[in-house]
């Protein structure tokens, strides 16, 4: 199943955007969905993950208390509320799912379907 981050764009230091993480083809995998970043040069960041049901939910430090996961399993989407955005959070955003109902949860070898991601530029 092939993902789609959607939702990017150029906003203010302090504003806020809402991306969203959709598939295409068959049902996707009920292990969790993640959201990772990245910039030129440097390796696929963790930003945020969550189960399932919506039930756990994983933050890097560097977000936590400003980004928000969610999902609609009924719409087989999952979001990424961010909100205070800064400058260090500009990068392309991907979602992924997870490939396994256990392993690291922070680490980009847990997941599949990477798509392509969305840009977020956060503008000073």
């Known amino acids: 199943v092939q993902l789609q981050a959607s939702g990017g764009g150029l906003v203010q230091v302090g504003g806020s955007l809402r991306l969203s993480c959709t598939a295409s083809?068959?049902?996707?995998?009920?292990?969790?969905t993640g959201w990772f970043r990245q910039t030129p040069g440097k390796d696929r960041e963790f930003v945020a993950a969550?189960?399932?049901?919506?039930?756990?939910?994983y933050y890097a430090d560097s977000v936590r208390g400003r980004f928000s996961i969610s999902r609609e399993n009924t719409k087989g989407t999952v979001y990424l509320q961010m909100n205070r955005l800064k400058p260090e959070d500009t990068a392309v955003y991907f979602c992924?799912?997870?490939?396994?109902?256990?392993?690291?949860?922070?680490?980009?070898?847990?997941?599949?379907?990477w798509g392509q991601g969305t840009l977020v530029t956060v503008s000073s």
């Open positions: 992924a799912d997870r490939s396994a109902p256990t392993g690291p949860v922070r680490i980009p070898s847990s997941y599949e379907g």
């Open positions: 969550i189960g399932w049901r919506a039930v756990s939910t």
């Open positions: 083809g068959r049902t996707r995998s009920t292990y969790g």
